[in-house]
C-alpha cells in the first residue's frame, strides 16, 4: 500500500497563482499574486507561505509556452521541408481569419522566410521513395544554415510518417553539428502536411522557454516529484515536457475541466457542462461520461493538433466591459478592464464592468469579497453604472440588470453552440460553474438553458488548481494508416499499438496499473474528416464498423450502411491513474455561523423583468453537509460567491459541493 | 429605455443564433464534402414582410443570394394566392429566381405561432452536384441546362412530411443521388431546428414583442449603416474593370459601376457593363448583389448586425439583360465564381477614389477553378480553387497567397489529394514577384504543379491570365497569372484562361495565380 503523499497543485495565470494542497483528503488553498516576469517566484514563495513545503508531488499547470508563442517570444527556428514546399507555413490553408475586413492579415509564420529551407527527396503516398535524400544533401543543408543563429529546427518533410528515415537523416546530421532538432514524423506523424508542419514549428518555437523554466523549477523544487499538465488533460514528466512542450500550451484551462469530470462522476452526474467565468473571458467545455477531446485545435492561429481537451472561449468574464455602441444597442464585452485597472469597484478604474453590475443589484457584498482581504468601492460602481444608464436613459439598476442579461445570454449561446454542434441537449447537462464568477452566473444561466442543476465546487476560484491535483499521468500516441477498413488494417493497427506502448517512457514500466485506451479515427471513403472511436485491440474489424457507423449516427444524424469506412490515424491513450481522491474543504471560516445576514438583491428573470426581494446572505465554509437552504439567498466564501436566484434550491454535498436545482424538477 | 437597449442586444444575439444553429445543424448533418469542409452554405431568418432580420453566412457569395430568393418566393406565392403552412417547405435553385448557379439548392419554410406568421427561415447549400454536362456541375457551357438540372419552386415538403415525387424526380438527374439525398435532409433538418428556435423566441417573449424588435433591429442596422456610409465623401465615383474573356472568343468584357454617395446611403448603377456573354461568366442578379453586399459590409464595423436595415440604404441598378443580370436560359457557372470577384474590384476601384485611406488595390481577381476526372484506377473528380496574391492596403502590403473577397475556402492538404487521386503535387510556392510593385507591394500568387500519374480530362475555368489587377496610388498592376501544360515530350504548352483537356500520364499542369496590385508609388 502506497504511503499517503502531499501532494500540491500549482495553477499560475496570468493575475494570481493558486496552490491546492491535500493532505489526508482535507483541501487547503493559498492564492497569491503572480509574477509573471519569473512564474517560480510566486510558486516557490506560495509553497512556503501556504505551508506547503513538504509537498512531495508538485503538479503544475503553466502558462510559460503559451506566453512565449503570443508574444512571439519564442527560440529562433528554421524549417526544413521536402523541395517545392518550403513556403507552407506562409500558405497555411491558404484562408484568411476574418472575411469582410479589408485590413485582414494571415497569421505570420513564427519562421521567418529566410531561414525556411529545401531538401530534394520526395516520399509516394504509398510510402516508396521517389527521391531518395542524399546525406550531402543535408550537409549542404546544414552549411546554409551557418550563421543564421538557428536555434532550433522543426522537420517535415512530406509522407514522412510513412517513411521516417529521410527526416531522420536530417536529425542525425544536423544533431552532430549540434543542433537541436524537432521532427514532425516523432512529435505527430499524421497525414495533413500543414498542420503537421505547423505542430512541429510551434513545438520547437516554445521548446527553449519551456526547457528552461522546467530546469529553474527542477533546482528549485529538488526531492519532489514534478509534474506538468498538458493540454490532453494529463500530466507528464518534466523530461516528456522538454521533447513535446507544445503540449504544454492549455495547460491552465485544462486542470478545470478535468476537475469538472472528475467530480462530476463522483457526483453521478456523468454528463456536465464545465463552466470556467474568470475576469475576461469563459471558456465552456462538456463532459461526458469523460472530458471531450479535439484534434483539431489552434493555438493563437497556430494548428497544433496534439488531442486537446475541446474548449470553447468568449470574451465574457467580471471584467468585461459594457458600452453602448453606435446604434444604441447594450454591448457586453469582448473588451475587459482585466485585473489592471479592473472593474470599477477596484477603486482605479471608471468604467462599467459585469462585476460592477453585480455589486449594483446587491449581489458582490463588500464585506465578504475575498474574505475581506480586499476593498471593494461600490460608491464607484454605481457612478459607472448611472453615466451607463445616462446613456441608455435610465436609472443605475436598470443599466446593472441590463448588462448582466445581456453577459448572460451571450455566455447562453456559447454553451448552446457547444452543446449542439455535438449533437447534445444542453437542459439534459448539469452545470458546473466555477472560476471567481461563475457560480455567480451559474442559476441564471441554467434557466435560459433549460438546465436545472448547477453544481459549484469548493473553492469556486482554485478548481483548476484542484483539477492538476487529481489529474492521471496521459499520454497520447498517433499514426496515419489510411486503410481501408479489412482484417489487415486491424492486424496493422494493433502492431502500431504494441509499439506505442513499447514507446512509453521507463519510469511507466514498473507500474503495473497503467491503463491502455486504443482508438481509431475513421471515415467513410471520400470524407474529408474523420472520427475517433474507442475501441479495444482484439476486436473484429466488423464490430469497428458498426460502432463507427453508430458514432457517426450520433454525432452527424446519418449513417452509410454499405458506405466503405477507411482507417486514418490509429491512436493509443496511456493512462496511469491518479490515485488521489477529491478533498474536502476545510473550514476557515469568515464568521463564527452560516446566516451572516441578509441584504435587498435583485435578479433578472428569463424574460428580462428585474425582480427584487430581501435575502439571507449564507457564509459557505459554515454550511454542513447535507443541509438545504432555498433561494433566493447568496452563499458567500472567500473566492467567490452563488447566487441562488427565487425558485432554487440548495443542498451541500458530502464533498462540500453546493447542488442547487431548480424547484418542481423531481 | 436601458431594458431596450439591452433586448436589442439580446434580440439580435437571438436572431442571430437562430441562422448560427440553422448552420450548424447542416454542417453537422450533411453529407458532402462542401457542405461539411469549405462550409459552402449560409442560413437565415427574414420577418413576416420576407425583409432579412439575421443571417449566419459563411461565404459572401451568398450575402445577396438569400434576400434576392426570398423576394422571388413571396412573389410566387402571391401569384398562386398560396401560403405556407407548417411544415411546408419550398425547394429550388432557378438562378433566374432568386438562385445564383445550379448546386446552389435553396429551401424556404414559414415560421408560425399559434397560426399567425411570425417570419421565414431560409438556407441555401452548395450541393456537389446537380447533374449536367460535367461533374460537379460547373461545365464550360453555353445554356444553364448543360450546368445541370434546374428546378423551379416545389415543394420539397408539405405538411412536414417530404414529398417523395420531388424528391425523385431531383435523384434521378444527379450524379450522385444518395449524397444529394442526404444533402437535402440535412437542409429540411436544419429548416426544421430553425423554425423550433425562432418559435422558442417567440414563446418566450410573445409575438409583437418580437415583431417589435424585429423592426427595430432593422432599424438598428441602419443607423450603424447610415453613420458607415456618412464616412464617404459626397459624390459620382466611376470605375471600369475587365474580364479576359468568356471562353467563347469575347474578350475584355467591361464591368463598369458609378457609385453615389450622399446622406448615408449609396447608388450602385452598373450602366455600362457588357452585355451578355455567350460562355459561362454571366450572374443571375442575386450574385452581383452579394459583391454589393460583400463590399457594403466590408464598410461597416465587423460586429454590426447585417440586415434589410443595412441592405435598404443601398439602391442598385443592373442593366438587363446584362451580364450582371443574366436571362434566362443563359449559362451562368462561372458568374458566380469568377464575375463576383471582378465585380468586387470594380466597386473598390470606384471607392478607392472616395476612400483612398481605407480601400485597398485589386486582389487576384480568381478563383482559378480546377476540376480533373478520371476513371482509373477508379473513377474520381477533383475540384478546387486556388488562392493568389491579394492587394496592397494604404498602410500595408497585401497578403501572399490568400483567398480573398467573395471566397474563403480551405486548400487540399498535399497528403490529402496524393492519398485520394492519381495526382502528384510537384510544387506548392508563393510565386515571388508576381505582387505588384508599389510603396506597399502587392501579394503574391501562388504556384501549384501537378504530375497525372493516370490519363485525365482536366478543366481549368480561370481569369486575370491577361490583365493583372490594377494597382492604386501608382502602385503597378500585379502580374496576371499564367498556366503551363508539360507534354509527355517535354513541350510546354501557355494554357487559355478557359479551358478543357485530356492529359495523359506523366504530364505535369502548372498553374500560376496572379499577384495583388500595389499601393502607391515604388
Given at each position: 500500500m502506497e504511503v499517503t503523499e502531499t501532494a500540491v497543485g500549482a495553477d499560475i495565470g496570468g493575475t494570481f497563482t493558486d496552490l491546492v494542497a491535500a493532505e489526508g483528503g482535507e483541501l487547503r488553498v493559498y492564492k497569491l499574486p503572480s509574477t509573471p516576469e519569473s512564474p517560480e517566484e510566486a510558486l516557490f514563495r506560495g509553497l512556503q507561505e501556504g505551508g506547503m513545503e513538504e509537498a512531495s508531488r508538485i503538479a503544475h499547470g503553466s502558462t510559460v509556452a503559451v506566453n512565449a508563442l503570443l508574444e512571439r517570444k519564442g527560440t529562433r527556428t528554421a524549417f526544413v521541408a521536402t523541395e517545392g514546399f518550403s513556403d507552407l507555413l506562409a500558405i497555411g490553408r491558404q484562408t484568411r481569419p476574418r472575411l469582410y475586413d479589408l485590413a485582414v492579415e494571415k497569421i505570420a509564420p513564427l519562421v521567418p522566410p529566410e531561414l525556411c529551407f529545401e531538401v530534394a527527396e520526395r516520399v509516394s503516398s504509398r510510402g516508396e521513395v521517389i527521391v531518395p535524400l542524399r546525406e550531402e544533401e543535408v550537409e549542404g543543408l546544414s552549411r546554409r544554415m551557418e550563421g543564421l543563429g538557428v536555434e532550433a529546427v522543426a522537420v517535415c518533410l512530406l509522407f514522412s510518417f510513412l517513411h521516417p528515415r529521410h527526416e531522420e537523416l536530417v536529425g542525425r546530421v544536423l544533431s552532430e553539428r549540434g543542433m537541436v532538432v524537432h521532427l514532425s514524423s516523432r512529435i505527430l506523424p499524421e497525414y495533413r502536411e500543414y498542420e503537421r508542419a505547423s505542430t512541429v514549428v510551434v513545438n520547437a518555437y516554445v521548446s527553449g522557454k519551456v526547457s528552461r523554466y522546467l530546469s529553474v523549477l527542477e533546482e528549485g523544487l529538488s526531492g519532489k516529484r514534478l509534474e506538468i499538465m498538458h493540454s490532453g488533460g494529463g500530466t507528464m514528466e518534466p523530461a516528456e515536457a522538454r521533447l513535446i512542450p507544445a503540449r504544454t500550451l492549455m495547460s491552465g484551462p485544462a486542470g478545470g475541466v478535468v476537475a469538472t469530470a472528475k467530480l462530476a462522476s463522483l457526483a453521478g452526474h456523468p454528463r456536465a457542462v464545465a463552466?470556467?467565468?474568470?475576469?475576461?473571458?469563459?471558456?465552456?467545455?462538456?463532459?461526458?461520461?469523460?472530458?471531450?477531446?479535439?484534434?483539431?485545435?489552434?493555438?493563437?492561429?497556430?494548428?497544433?493538433?496534439?488531442?486537446?481537451?475541446?474548449?470553447?472561449?468568449?470574451?465574457?468574464?467580471?471584467?468585461?466591459?459594457?458600452?453602448?455602441?453606435?446604434?444604441?444597442?447594450?454591448?457586453?464585452?469582448?473588451?475587459?478592464?482585466?485585473?489592471?485597472?479592473?472593474?470599477?469597484?477596484?477603486?482605479?478604474?471608471?468604467?462599467?464592468?459585469?462585476?460592477?453590475?453585480?455589486?449594483?443589484l446587491g449581489r458582490l457584498r463588500e464585506e465578504y469579497f475575498l474574505g475581506g482581504r480586499m476593498r471593494l468601492f461600490p460608491g464607484r460602481s454605481l457612478e459607472a453604472m448611472r453615466d451607463l444608464g445616462r446613456n441608455l436613459g435610465c436609472s443605475a439598476r436598470e443599466a446593472a440588470a441590463g448588462v448582466l442579461s445581456v453577459v448572460l445570454n451571450n455566455m447562453a449561446r456559447a454553451v448552446r453552440l457547444m452543446t449542439v454542434d455535438r449533437g447534445h441537449d444542453p437542459s439534459l447537462f448539469t452545470l458546473v460553474a466555477y472560476g471567481g464568477a461563475g457560480p455567480m452566473h451559474g442559476c441564471e444561466l441554467a434557466e435560459l438553458l433549460g438546465i436545472r442543476r448547477v453544481l459549484v465546487p469548493p473553492w469556486p476560484g482554485a478548481f483548476s488548481a484542484c483539477g492538476l491535483l487529481l489529474a492521471d499521468r496521459v499520454r497520447d500516441s498517433s499514426l496515419t494508416l489510411m486503410l481501408p477498413m479489412s482484417p489487415e488494417a486491424m492486424d496493422r493497427a494493433r502492431e502500431a499499438w504494441g509499439r506505442m506502448g513499447e514507446g512509453l517512457p521507463p519510469s511507466w514500466k514498473e507500474v503495473e496499473d497503467v491503463a491502455h485506451l486504443p482508438a481509431m479515427d475513421l471515415r467513410y471513403r471520400g470524407q474529408g474528416y474523420e472520427l475517433r472511436v474507442e475501441v479495444e485491440r482484439d476486436w473484429d474489424f466488423r464490430r469497428v464498423i458498426e460502432l463507427f457507423h453508430r458514432a457517426h449516427r450520433r454525432r452527424y444524424g446519418f449513417h452509410l450502411e454499405d458506405g466503405e469506412v477507411e482507417v486514418v490515424n490509429v491512436r493509443l491513450r496511456s493512462v496511469l491513474p491518479s490515485n488521489a481522491d477529491f478533498p474536502r474543504p476545510t473550514r476557515t471560516g469568515l464568521s463564527g455561523k452560516k446566516g451572516v445576514g441578509s441584504a435587498k438583491m435583485a435578479f433578472v428573470l428569463p424574460d428580462g423583468r428585474l425582480w427584487e426581494e430581501e435575502c439571507a446572505v449564507l457564509s459557505r465554509t459554515w454550511l454542513r453537509s447535507g443541509e438545504v437552504f432555498d433561494g433566493p439567498c447568496l452563499v458567500c466564501e472567500e473566492d467567490a460567491t452563488a447566487v441562488v436566484p427565487p425558485g432554487w434550491r440548495g443542498r451541500v454535498d458530502e464533498r462540500g459541493c453546493l447542488l442547487l436545482e431548480r424547484r418542481g424538477s423531481g | 429605455m436601458a431594458v431596450d437597449a439591452a433586448l436589442l442586444e439580446i434580440f439580435n444575439n437571438k436572431l442571430a443564433e437562430v441562422a448560427e444553429e440553422m448552420g450548424v445543424v447542416l454542417g453537422r448533418s450533411g453529407h458532402s464534402a462542401n457542405i461539411k469542409e469549405r462550409k459552402d452554405y449560409s442560413c437565415a431568418v427574414f420577418d413576416a414582410r420576407g425583409r432579412l432580420v439575421a443571417q449566419a453566412a459563411h461565404i459572401p457569395v451568398h450575402l445577396g443570394a438569400l434576400p434576392s430568393s426570398m423576394r422571388f418566393l413571396l412573389e410566387w406565392l402571391e401569384s398562386r394566392g398560396e401560403v405556407l403552412r407548417e411544415g411546408d417547405v419550398i425547394l429550388w435553385n432557378d438562378p433566374f429566381r432568386g438562385g445564383t448557379h445550379l448546386p446552389d439548392l435553396t429551401m424556404a419554410a414559414a415560421v408560425r405561432c399559434e397560426g399567425r406568421l411570425v417570419g421565414y427561415v431560409v438556407n441555401r447549400a452548395h450541393h456537389a452536384d446537380v447533374g449536367g454536362r460535367a461533374p460537379g456541375s460547373m461545365a464550360l457551357g453555353s445554356e444553364v441546362f448543360q450546368e445541370g438540372l434546374v428546378i423551379p419552386m416545389v415543394h420539397y415538403a408539405r405538411e412536414g412530411r417530404v414529398v417523395e415525387e420531388v424528391e425523385d424526380l431531383i435523384l434521378a438527374n444527379v450524379r450522385t443521388p444518395a449524397e444529394r439525398r442526404g444533402d437535402l435532409r440535412a437542409q429540411h433538418g436544419s429548416l426544421t431546428v430553425g423554425v423550433r428556435r425562432f418559435r422558442e423566441v417567440v414563446s418566450r417573449h410573445g409575438p409583437e414583442e418580437v415583431a417589435r424588435f424585429m423592426e427595430e433591429l432593422l432599424r438598428y442596422a441602419g443607423r450603424i449603416a447610415e453613420e458607415s456610409l456618412s464616412c464617404i465623401p459626397p459624390g459620382t465615383y466611376s470605375f471600369t474593370d475587365y474580364l479576359d474573356d468568356d471562353g467563347r472568343g469575347e474578350q475584355d468584357i467591361p464591368i463598369r459601376v458609378a457609385v453615389t454617395s450622399g446622406e448615408g446611403r449609396l447608388r450602385v448603377d452598373f450602366s455600362g457593363s457588357a452585355g451578355e456573354v455567350r460562355g459561362p461568366l454571366n450572374c443571375p442578379r442575386s450574385v452581383t448583389l452579394s459583391a454589393v453586399y460583400y463590399v457594403l459590409r466590408c464598410l461597416l464595423p465587423e460586429d454590426a448586425p447585417f440586415n434589410h436595415g443595412c441592405l435598404e440604404r443601398v439602391e442598385v441598378v443592373i442593366p438587363r439583360p446584362s451580364i450582371l443580370d443574366a436571362s434566362w436560359p443563359r449559362a451562368v457557372a462561372g458568374g458566380n465564381v469568377e464575375t463576383s470577384q471582378r465585380v468586387v474590384d470594380a466597386l473598390l476601384g470606384a471607392l478607392s477614389q472616395a476612400l483612398p485611406e481605407r480601400i485597398p488595390a485589386a486582389s487576384y481577381g480568381t478563383m482559378t477553378n480546377l476540376a480533373v476526372g478520371g476513371e482509373s484506377p477508379r473513377p474520381f473528380a477533383y475540384y478546387e480553387t486556388i488562392a493568389g496574391g491579394c492587394g496592397a492596403r494604404p498602410d500595408r502590403d497585401g497578403m501572399d497567397a490568400t483567398h480573398n473577397h467573395m471566397t474563403n475556402t480551405m486548400n487540399?492538404?498535399?497528403?490529402?489529394?496524393?492519398?485520394?487521386?492519381?495526382?502528384?503535387?510537384?510544387?506548392?510556392?508563393?510565386?515571388?514577384?508576381?505582387?505588384?510593385?508599389?510603396?506597399?507591394?502587392?501579394?503574391?500568387?501562388?504556384?501549384?504543379?501537378?504530375?497525372?500519374?493516370?490519363?485525365?480530362?482536366?478543366?481549368?475555368?480561370?481569369?486575370?491570365?491577361?490583365?493583372?489587377?490594377?494597382?492604386?496610388?501608382?502602385?503597378?498592376?500585379?502580374?496576371?497569372?499564367?498556366?503551363?501544360?508539360?507534354?509527355?515530350?517535354?513541350?510546354?504548352?501557355?494554357?487559355?484562361?478557359?479551358?478543357?483537356?485530356?492529359?495523359?500520364?506523366?504530364?505535369?499542369?502548372?498553374?500560376?495565380?496572379?499577384?495583388?496590385?500595389?499601393?502607391?508609388?515604388?
Amino acid at each position: 500500500m502506497e504511503v499517503t503523499e502531499t501532494a500540491v497543485g500549482a495553477d499560475i495565470g496570468g493575475t494570481f497563482t493558486d496552490l491546492v494542497a491535500a493532505e489526508g483528503g482535507e483541501l487547503r488553498v493559498y492564492k497569491l499574486p503572480s509574477t509573471p516576469e519569473s512564474p517560480e517566484e510566486a510558486l516557490f514563495r506560495g509553497l512556503q507561505e501556504g505551508g506547503m513545503e513538504e509537498a512531495s508531488r508538485i503538479a503544475h499547470g503553466s502558462t510559460v509556452a503559451v506566453n512565449a508563442l503570443l508574444e512571439r517570444k519564442g527560440t529562433r527556428t528554421a524549417f526544413v521541408a521536402t523541395e517545392g514546399f518550403s513556403d507552407l507555413l506562409a500558405i497555411g490553408r491558404q484562408t484568411r481569419p476574418r472575411l469582410y475586413d479589408l485590413a485582414v492579415e494571415k497569421i505570420a509564420p513564427l519562421v521567418p522566410p529566410e531561414l525556411c529551407f529545401e531538401v530534394a527527396e520526395r516520399v509516394s503516398s504509398r510510402g516508396e521513395v521517389i527521391v531518395p535524400l542524399r546525406e550531402e544533401e543535408v550537409e549542404g543543408l546544414s552549411r546554409r544554415m551557418e550563421g543564421l543563429g538557428v536555434e532550433a529546427v522543426a522537420v517535415c518533410l512530406l509522407f514522412s510518417f510513412l517513411h521516417p528515415r529521410h527526416e531522420e537523416l536530417v536529425g542525425r546530421v544536423l544533431s552532430e553539428r549540434g543542433m537541436v532538432v524537432h521532427l514532425s514524423s516523432r512529435i505527430l506523424p499524421e497525414y495533413r502536411e500543414y498542420e503537421r508542419a505547423s505542430t512541429v514549428v510551434v513545438n520547437a518555437y516554445v521548446s527553449g522557454k519551456v526547457s528552461r523554466y522546467l530546469s529553474v523549477l527542477e533546482e528549485g523544487l529538488s526531492g519532489k516529484r514534478l509534474e506538468i499538465m498538458h493540454s490532453g488533460g494529463g500530466t507528464m514528466e518534466p523530461a516528456e515536457a522538454r521533447l513535446i512542450p507544445a503540449r504544454t500550451l492549455m495547460s491552465g484551462p485544462a486542470g478545470g475541466v478535468v476537475a469538472t469530470a472528475k467530480l462530476a462522476s463522483l457526483a453521478g452526474h456523468p454528463r456536465a457542462v464545465a463552466l470556467d467565468m474568470g475576469g475576461t473571458s469563459t471558456d465552456v467545455s462538456l463532459v461526458d461520461g469523460g472530458i471531450s477531446l479535439s484534434a483539431e485545435g489552434s493555438v493563437a492561429g497556430y494548428p497544433v493538433r496534439f488531442p486537446m481537451i475541446d474548449i470553447h472561449s468568449i470574451g465574457a468574464g467580471g471584467g468585461s466591459l459594457a458600452k453602448v455602441d453606435r446604434g444604441g444597442a447594450l454591448k457586453v464585452g469582448p473588451e475587459s478592464a482585466g485585473a489592471h485597472p479592473g472593474p470599477a469597484c477596484y477603486g482605479i478604474g471608471r468604467l462599467p464592468t459585469v462585476t460592477d453590475a453585480h455589486v449594483v443589484l446587491g449581489r458582490l457584498r463588500e464585506e465578504y469579497f475575498l474574505g475581506g482581504r480586499m476593498r471593494l468601492f461600490p460608491g464607484r460602481s454605481l457612478e459607472a453604472m448611472r453615466d451607463l444608464g445616462r446613456n441608455l436613459g435610465c436609472s443605475a439598476r436598470e443599466a446593472a440588470a441590463g448588462v448582466l442579461s445581456v453577459v448572460l445570454n451571450n455566455m447562453a449561446r456559447a454553451v448552446r453552440l457547444m452543446t449542439v454542434d455535438r449533437g447534445h441537449d444542453p437542459s439534459l447537462f448539469t452545470l458546473v460553474a466555477y472560476g471567481g464568477a461563475g457560480p455567480m452566473h451559474g442559476c441564471e444561466l441554467a434557466e435560459l438553458l433549460g438546465i436545472r442543476r448547477v453544481l459549484v465546487p469548493p473553492w469556486p476560484g482554485a478548481f483548476s488548481a484542484c483539477g492538476l491535483l487529481l489529474a492521471d499521468r496521459v499520454r497520447d500516441s498517433s499514426l496515419t494508416l489510411m486503410l481501408p477498413m479489412s482484417p489487415e488494417a486491424m492486424d496493422r493497427a494493433r502492431e502500431a499499438w504494441g509499439r506505442m506502448g513499447e514507446g512509453l517512457p521507463p519510469s511507466w514500466k514498473e507500474v503495473e496499473d497503467v491503463a491502455h485506451l486504443p482508438a481509431m479515427d475513421l471515415r467513410y471513403r471520400g470524407q474529408g474528416y474523420e472520427l475517433r472511436v474507442e475501441v479495444e485491440r482484439d476486436w473484429d474489424f466488423r464490430r469497428v464498423i458498426e460502432l463507427f457507423h453508430r458514432a457517426h449516427r450520433r454525432r452527424y444524424g446519418f449513417h452509410l450502411e454499405d458506405g466503405e469506412v477507411e482507417v486514418v490515424n490509429v491512436r493509443l491513450r496511456s493512462v496511469l491513474p491518479s490515485n488521489a481522491d477529491f478533498p474536502r474543504p476545510t473550514r476557515t471560516g469568515l464568521s463564527g455561523k452560516k446566516g451572516v445576514g441578509s441584504a435587498k438583491m435583485a435578479f433578472v428573470l428569463p424574460d428580462g423583468r428585474l425582480w427584487e426581494e430581501e435575502c439571507a446572505v449564507l457564509s459557505r465554509t459554515w454550511l454542513r453537509s447535507g443541509e438545504v437552504f432555498d433561494g433566493p439567498c447568496l452563499v458567500c466564501e472567500e473566492d467567490a460567491t452563488a447566487v441562488v436566484p427565487p425558485g432554487w434550491r440548495g443542498r451541500v454535498d458530502e464533498r462540500g459541493c453546493l447542488l442547487l436545482e431548480r424547484r418542481g424538477s423531481g | 429605455m436601458a431594458v431596450d437597449a439591452a433586448l436589442l442586444e439580446i434580440f439580435n444575439n437571438k436572431l442571430a443564433e437562430v441562422a448560427e444553429e440553422m448552420g450548424v445543424v447542416l454542417g453537422r448533418s450533411g453529407h458532402s464534402a462542401n457542405i461539411k469542409e469549405r462550409k459552402d452554405y449560409s442560413c437565415a431568418v427574414f420577418d413576416a414582410r420576407g425583409r432579412l432580420v439575421a443571417q449566419a453566412a459563411h461565404i459572401p457569395v451568398h450575402l445577396g443570394a438569400l434576400p434576392s430568393s426570398m423576394r422571388f418566393l413571396l412573389e410566387w406565392l402571391e401569384s398562386r394566392g398560396e401560403v405556407l403552412r407548417e411544415g411546408d417547405v419550398i425547394l429550388w435553385n432557378d438562378p433566374f429566381r432568386g438562385g445564383t448557379h445550379l448546386p446552389d439548392l435553396t429551401m424556404a419554410a414559414a415560421v408560425r405561432c399559434e397560426g399567425r406568421l411570425v417570419g421565414y427561415v431560409v438556407n441555401r447549400a452548395h450541393h456537389a452536384d446537380v447533374g449536367g454536362r460535367a461533374p460537379g456541375s460547373m461545365a464550360l457551357g453555353s445554356e444553364v441546362f448543360q450546368e445541370g438540372l434546374v428546378i423551379p419552386m416545389v415543394h420539397y415538403a408539405r405538411e412536414g412530411r417530404v414529398v417523395e415525387e420531388v424528391e425523385d424526380l431531383i435523384l434521378a438527374n444527379v450524379r450522385t443521388p444518395a449524397e444529394r439525398r442526404g444533402d437535402l435532409r440535412a437542409q429540411h433538418g436544419s429548416l426544421t431546428v430553425g423554425v423550433r428556435r425562432f418559435r422558442e423566441v417567440v414563446s418566450r417573449h410573445g409575438p409583437e414583442e418580437v415583431a417589435r424588435f424585429m423592426e427595430e433591429l432593422l432599424r438598428y442596422a441602419g443607423r450603424i449603416a447610415e453613420e458607415s456610409l456618412s464616412c464617404i465623401p459626397p459624390g459620382t465615383y466611376s470605375f471600369t474593370d475587365y474580364l479576359d474573356d468568356d471562353g467563347r472568343g469575347e474578350q475584355d468584357i467591361p464591368i463598369r459601376v458609378a457609385v453615389t454617395s450622399g446622406e448615408g446611403r449609396l447608388r450602385v448603377d452598373f450602366s455600362g457593363s457588357a452585355g451578355e456573354v455567350r460562355g459561362p461568366l454571366n450572374c443571375p442578379r442575386s450574385v452581383t448583389l452579394s459583391a454589393v453586399y460583400y463590399v457594403l459590409r466590408c464598410l461597416l464595423p465587423e460586429d454590426a448586425p447585417f440586415n434589410h436595415g443595412c441592405l435598404e440604404r443601398v439602391e442598385v441598378v443592373i442593366p438587363r439583360p446584362s451580364i450582371l443580370d443574366a436571362s434566362w436560359p443563359r449559362a451562368v457557372a462561372g458568374g458566380n465564381v469568377e464575375t463576383s470577384q471582378r465585380v468586387v474590384d470594380a466597386l473598390l476601384g470606384a471607392l478607392s477614389q472616395a476612400l483612398p485611406e481605407r480601400i485597398p488595390a485589386a486582389s487576384y481577381g480568381t478563383m482559378t477553378n480546377l476540376a480533373v476526372g478520371g476513371e482509373s484506377p477508379r473513377p474520381f473528380a477533383y475540384y478546387e480553387t486556388i488562392a493568389g496574391g491579394c492587394g496592397a492596403r494604404p498602410d500595408r502590403d497585401g497578403m501572399d497567397a490568400t483567398h480573398n473577397h467573395m471566397t474563403n475556402t480551405m486548400n487540399t492538404p498535399v497528403e490529402a489529394l496524393e492519398y485520394e487521386f492519381p495526382l502528384r503535387v510537384m510544387r506548392y510556392a508563393v510565386a515571388r514577384g508576381t505582387g505588384g510593385r508599389g510603396r506597399f507591394r502587392g501579394g503574391d500568387g501562388l504556384e501549384r504543379h501537378f504530375q497525372f500519374l493516370e490519363a485525365a480530362k482536366v478543366s481549368l475555368l480561370a481569369e486575370r491570365r491577361r490583365r493583372g489587377p490594377y494597382g492604386l496610388a501608382g502602385g503597378e498592376p500585379g502580374m496576371p497569372g499564367e498556366d503551363h501544360l508539360v507534354r509527355k515530350g517535354g513541350e510546354r504548352i501557355r494554357l487559355p484562361s478557359k479551358v478543357e483537356l485530356e492529359v495523359e500520364e506523366g504530364e505535369v499542369l502548372e498553374l500560376r495565380t496572379p499577384g495583388g496590385g500595389g499601393f502607391g508609388s515604388p
